[in-house]
């Protein structure tokens, strides 16, 4: 019995991926685990891997070509096996979705026999499903005698649109705010259950199960809208958008934490780190002592998470991506610096496991390189806010009543108002401000 | 003296232990399973089966006693006799354990008779013979009846008996005191009662099949007391002054001390597990602190790799379902392949007295205890049309539904046909289809199972016929 080979949902987002490069040939035996293909996905090059033994008796596409997720690229059967189907499983790559389209008669993709389905299996054809998953996200706290939804994705007839989840999931999925469309299936065939929902709970939204990423913080404290947090939060989106943003600048003296870098990096040439390293440190350490400042605007609470993981915004080719150093407040500063060259690099390369770019609590973009003394930064939500790092240039201040030139770098705090009051935002500036010209207070 | 290898060795060929043989042969694998009695194990031979035969004579003798002249039929007086009954049980048993010889020959599953004994973590020796294991050895070899000697009801095979006994006996005894008010106990109750037998049903919980949900162990308690059996829970067994012809039980009820008679005593008050004398020391398979067989859920290996273990001797709940599909579960992971975990919260339980009571899930009593916010559904059968029709109009199903999320944390049906029932809200829960979607499937008319849709609707404070 042959086994169908399909486009995986490598990434959260992944609706369509670019199979780079076949890994093995036609005939070649495989093992289940083996890496069977390159792929290309909307975030980072991954790898497409057998979900069952024995030989690669068909390729259904070439090297390069762009196949939705949830559709057939080969068969692994037994040496000698003809592919089920062979002429006519064609796999709906992007060229002939067009033909098909212009071509009413065309035969859709017959299912291959698949033995056993829920251990020889395929993929989940688990493709983001906007307009249904907004149907969920969006949906108020479920009351005592709802109805179920009746914009059930599970009426969709598109086969890749469709979340597969179950009732429970759903709902479950629903009142915590998981982007169910986003989450791992570990039920049969790819099936959405409780425990998945329940795992992805404690990680953030946006998160799938990823193959390699780094342990997810566990713990968050969930905040019950007070009622003047609600009337807040009602007001201002009323006024400004679906996120109420405001901005806070303040300018910070980087000498002291200028002259703590040279010293440490003349001690140890190869433990390089960047000023930016340094704010990030930083901000975790604040963060540690402004609980609502590393938080999450939920719709109907606020979640505070225990741990901090801050995403970097970095700049790539053909846009942004923000990896992200979990745990930073409990990391050196050349631990930072390190991790961020390493992900930076690979996020340049496409390289990055979903797990290194979703899920943060706070973020930080730093613009200083391009010559920009300030800016403000576009929260990414879910989460409350958003640091934008100035560049650290000489200025003439006032110290003692004598002006004398220090280095010095703008800051600007980007908040959620529905999540950060003026006087929050401007208490982690301070702490944060107090933090980079004290660099001795990251040590004690 | 021979040797013979096999990619899979199974020793036990009970429910268990066959179907893993069956399974491991479907993936490719050779297999053999070791019996030392017959094939089907206790549920075929002297357990689930011929029980089943016997409660349809029971059945049908209170049926036609209770209802003939009411629909119709004369009969006359009715006679019933065990032993004709007995030996129609044991023709069902034979049928049935030909059948798993008959599965073993189609699937080519090599069947050795004899006394398995495991001499390393690859070989099991049967008399002279060893037999080797190239991928595993599962260990399926069930669990028996048990007495409690301590008080003195240690089985003598006459007036102390076992369902081993009580399933050959060729007449029913005139009195009868079952020990033990859960499955075993309950149905062998029922099954004495319709022959005429003087039953006392004692249980040392404070109620008949004390696993069930409480309201489900209250329609049974008044079932049974309304077909003459006595039935006293919360008891402890004092002391048994045993004879070759009779039993005296002391008992303490309530703090006070009481005192039964009984031609037979039936003991029914749990089970041991087949763990000795078949090397598991000797090659290092740990039990548990309950003299379980220690495994790994995930895999069902025990602590010796290449060595599984399923069915009773690997844990409760000691039914011959779960140990089947511990069975089917344990081949895959054997063959390499990752089968779904099993989900022992989904495990039904069925006792097939009459009415039947079965369940999944949790009881209302765990669902408080465990703190959700739940709301019971119920819906008595004597609402029910059809049930009205066929006379059956004792019991109800109940689901009971979690408010958050819908979810049916537990289901429970006592009626005349529960036992098939249950298993919408097997699939529902498996599926993790809430209560919703339970009333979404539209429900044939006039059917028992409407009484599902109902209860599940009157959980969300709907229900239409009541």
Not at chain 1, 213 to 219: F, L, M, R, S
């Amino acid at each position: 019995m042959a086994t169908k080979i399909v486009m995986e949902a490598l990434s959260p987002t992944m609706e369509e991926g670019r199979l780079v490069e076949w890994k093995k040939n036609e005939g070649d035996p495989v093992a289940v685990g083996d890496v069977l293909a390159e792929v290309e996905t909307d975030k980072a090059v991954m790898e497409l891997v057998a979900r069952a033994a024995g030989t690669l008796i068909k390729r259904l596409v070439e090297d390069g070509a762009i196949v939705a997720v949830a559709s057939p690229v080969g068969w692994i059967g037994e040496a000698g096996e003809a592919a089920p189907g062979d002429s006519a499983a064609a796999p709906a790559t992007r060229a002939q979705a067009v033909a098909r389209a212009a071509e009413p008669t065309a035969t859709s993709v017959p299912d291959g026999p698949t033995e056993s389905q829920g251990e020889a299996s395929t993929a989940p054809p688990g493709g983001p499903a906007p307009a249904s998953q907004t149907a969920y996200v969006d949906r108020a706290p479920r009351g005592e005698s709802q109805p179920i939804p009746e914009a059930a994705p599970a009426s969709a007839g598109d086969d890749t649109a469709r979340v597969k989840a179950s009732p429970v999931a759903r709902r479950m999925a629903a009142d915590k705010g998981v982007d169910i469309a986003s989450v791992a299936g570990t039920g049969p065939e790819g099936r959405i259950v409780k425990r998945d929902i329940e795992g992805a709970s404690s990680t953030p939204a946006g998160m799938a199960a990823a193959p390699t990423g780094a342990p997810i913080g566990t713990a968050f404290t969930d905040i019950p809208l007070s009622q003047m947090r609600k009337a807040i939060a009602k007001r201002l989106v009323q006024s400004i958008g679906p996120i109420p943003t405001y901005y806070l600048t303040a300018e910070v003296d980087m000498e002291r934490a200028a002259e703590a870098r040279d010293v440490l990096i003349a001690q140890d040439e190869k433990g390089k780190f960047s000023f930016n390293d340094v704010v990030i440190r930083a901000a975790a350490a604040a963060l540690r002592q402004h609980a609502w400042v590393n938080a999450w605007w939920m719709d109907d609470r606020v979640r505070q998470w225990q741990d901090i993981h801050i995403g970097v915004a970095v700049a790539v080719e053909d846009g942004l991506i923000t990896p992200i150093v979990r745990h930073a407040d409990r990391k050196t500063l050349r631990a930072i610096g390190a991790e961020v060259r390493d992900l930076a690099s690979r996020a340049r390369d496409k390289r990055l496991n979903p797990g290194e770019y979703t899920g943060a609590t706070f973020t930080i973009s730093n613009l200083g390189m391009f010559g920009i003394d300030e800016f403000t930064a576009v929260i990414n939500p879910p989460e409350a806010a958003i640091l934008a790092v100035g560049r650290i240039e000489p200025k003439p201040v006032v110290i003692n009543g004598e002006v004398v030139v220090r280095r010095r770098m703008r800051l600007t705090l980007s908040c959620d108002h529905r999540v950060i009051d003026g006087a929050t935002g401007a208490a982690f500036l301070k702490t944060l401000v107090g933090m980079l010209e004290n660099p001795l207070a990251l040590v004690w | 003296m021979a040797t013979s290898s096999f990619d899979v060795l199974v020793l036990g060929g009970g429910p268990a232990g066959y179907p893993a043989a069956i399974r491991a042969t479907q993936l490719g694998l050779t297999a053999a399973v070791i019996e030392r009695d017959r094939l089907g194990g206790v549920c075929v031979n002297i357990g689930c089966i011929p029980t089943k035969a016997l409660l349809h004579s029971a059945a049908m003798a209170n049926a036609i006693r209770k209802d003939a002249k009411e629909l119709g039929i004369e009969t006359g007086e009715v006679k019933t006799d065990y032993g004709v009954a007995m030996k129609r049980s044991r023709r069902v048993s034979e049928q049935n354990s030909k059948g798993v010889e008959f599965l073993m020959k189609k699937n080519k599953v090599t069947v050795i008779k004899g006394t398995g004994i495991l001499t390393s973590k690859n070989t099991i020796a049967v008399g002279s013979d060893t037999y080797t294991a190239t991928r595993g050895i599962v260990i399926a070899t069930g669990s028996r009846t048990k007495g409690i000697p301590p008080v003195g009801l240690t089985v003598n095979g006459t007036s102390v008996i076992t369902s081993d006994e009580a399933l050959f006996l060729e007449a029913a005894p005139k009195t009868l005191a079952v020990v033990g008010a859960g499955a075993v106990g309950s149905e062998f109750a029922d099954i004495f009662n319709a022959f005429g037998t003087e039953v006392t049903l004692i249980e040392a919980m404070p109620r008949v099949l004390p696993v069930e949900d409480a309201e489900s162990s209250d329609v049974i308690a008044k079932a049974f007391t309304k077909r003459g059996i006595t039935v006293l829970a919360g008891v402890t067994v004092l002391k048994a002054d045993v004879k070759d012809n009779g039993v005296t039980l002391h008992l303490e009820v309530g703090g006070k001390t009481q005192t039964i008679a009984a031609e037979k005593v039936l003991m029914a008050a749990g089970r041991a597990v087949n763990t000795e004398a078949i090397g598991l020391e000797k090659v290092g398979v740990k039990l548990t602190d309950r003299g379980f067989i220690q495994i790994d859920t995930a895999t069902l290996q025990t602590s010796v790799p290449g060595i599984y273990a399923i069915g009773d001797v690997a844990g409760a709940p000691m039914l011959a379902h779960k140990g089947t599909r511990e069975g089917m579960h344990v081949a895959e992971v054997i063959a390499g392949h990752h089968p779904k975990a099993i989900d022992y919260t989904n495990v039904p339980s069925v006792t097939y007295c009459h009415p039947e009571v079965a369940s999944v899930g949790l009881t209302e009593e765990q669902v408080k205890e465990r703190g959700y916010d739940y709301q019971v559904g119920r819906f008595p059968f004597s609402a029910n049309g059809r049930a009205r029709a066929t006379n059956e109009t004792d019991g109800f199903v109940k689901i009971i539904r979690d408010k958050r999320y819908g979810e049916i944390l537990g289901a429970h049906i006592v009626g005349g046909h529960a036992s098939g029932m249950i298993h919408e809200l097997i699939l529902a829960r498996t599926n993790e289809y809430t209560v919703e979607e339970v009333d979404l499937a539209i429900h044939a008319h006039p059917t028992l199972s409407e009484a599902i849709a109902e209860a599940a609707l009157d959980s969300l404070g709907r229900a239409v016929h009541i």
